[in-house]
């Protein structure tokens, strides 16, 4: 019989779940992934936490007892995969969690992908920096068998976020009515315009660049590429000076951020002196849709004003 209107509701469907925010979106698919064992993950090892939010990342792992062992990172946040393969190749993982920081991925993740493949671990993006999803030539967020977004770290919203189920090989259970997204929040998302809020992120982003300036004590964490959609600009602050400068940009009324300036206990400083360097030296600028040409200016003065005197 030829009917009237569709009602397979299977075809051109995008697999996207909308959840309260990003940790939800990750603590369902750990939950999803959890059978009559605890689930056993691979976690980078750089993540934050604070005492008002917690941890977007590692709370999840503990609400849903997962156990949880970390792998090394370099000095750009990019993935040792020596470390990464020994790890997964001496260990039953289930899943493994890469995370695209502040927007950018400079690994090799056809070759992530491989190795998780072939040793049977479910690879999970966390794209919570990495708003990609409107992008029809963007591979990041779908690498993973499952990634996940956050929509109040992209858009003027004040929670919301997205789970993304790239093939059919893991099933999801159903979400439950207090994990899913709030409807303005949703009505938010429908009505935005990626396009356009990438592109000026961008634009703010190589502003940046060339505002910045040569800096013995600034180092610039990554050149723009042309598919990255940065969430903010981060760079390290050499000499011990983040905290000084921090602190002198917001008294100048020019806030910041620091993605991460502490981090979970369960990574130590004895274990990974790398991340550590990393939380201790990071500054993430804004480069936001609501930040213009003069803010960029006169946040890149106010930071050479700040190492004039220091
Ligand atoms: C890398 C990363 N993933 C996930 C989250 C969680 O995001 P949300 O606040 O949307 O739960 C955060 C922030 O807390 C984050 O920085």
């Known amino acids: 019989?030829?009917?009237?209107?569709?009602?397979?509701?299977?075809?051109?469907?995008?697999?996207?779940?909308?959840?309260?925010?990003?940790?939800?979106?990750?603590?369902?698919?750990?939950?999803?992934?959890?059978?009559?064992?605890?689930?056993?993950?691979?976690?980078?090892?750089?993540?934050?936490?604070?005492?008002?939010?917690?941890?977007?990342?590692?709370?999840?792992?503990?609400?849903?007892?997962?156990?949880?062992?970390?792998?090394?990172?370099?000095?750009?946040?990019?993935?040792?995969?020596?470390?990464?393969?020994r790890l997964i190749q001496n260990k039953k993982f289930d899943c493994a969690l890469i995370i695209h920081y502040f927007g950018f991925c400079r690994n090799n993740m056809e070759e992530i992908k491989n190795i998780c493949r072939q040793n049977n671990v479910v690879l999970i993006e966390d794209c919570a920096h990495a708003f990609n999803l409107h992008f029809k030539d963007t591979l990041l967020g779908n690498y993973g068998d499952f990634s996940f977004y956050s929509l109040h770290k992209y858009l003027p919203t004040n929670s919301g976020g997205v789970l993304k189920r790239n093939n059919d090989k893991n099933k999801l259970k159903s979400l439950s009515i207090d994990k899913k997204i709030d409807i303005e929040d949703l009505e938010h998302y429908a009505n935005s315009d990626f396009i356009e809020i990438a592109k000026k992120r961008r634009e703010n982003y190589s502003l940046y660049e060339k505002y910045i300036g040569k800096n013995s004590n600034v180092h610039v964490m990554y050149e723009l590429m042309p598919n990255d959609i940065p969430q903010t600009f981060p760079i390290l602050i050499r000499n011990d000076n983040r905290e000084k400068l921090y602190f002198y940009l917001f008294d100048q009324r020019a806030p910041t951020t620091a993605l991460y300036y502490r981090l979970i206990d369960q990574i130590t400083k004895e274990e990974f002196p790398e991340s550590h360097k990393i939380s201790n030296e990071i500054l993430n600028l804004p480069v936001h849709q609501d930040t213009d040409h003069e803010d960029i200016i006169y946040i890149c003065n106010l930071i050479r004003d700040f190492f004039g005197t220091v």
């Open 1 to 85: 019989m030829i009917e009237k209107s569709p009602i397979d509701k299977q075809k051109y469907i995008k697999n996207l779940f909308f959840t309260s925010n990003a940790r939800a979106a990750w603590e369902h698919i750990l939950f999803s992934l959890k059978s009559s064992k605890n689930v056993e993950v691979l976690m980078p090892s750089y993540i934050g936490y604070t005492d008002r939010e917690g941890s977007g990342v590692f709370d999840p792992v503990k609400t849903q007892n997962a156990h949880a062992e970390f792998y090394k990172l370099n000095e750009d946040l990019t993935i040792d995969l020596n470390h990464f393969k």
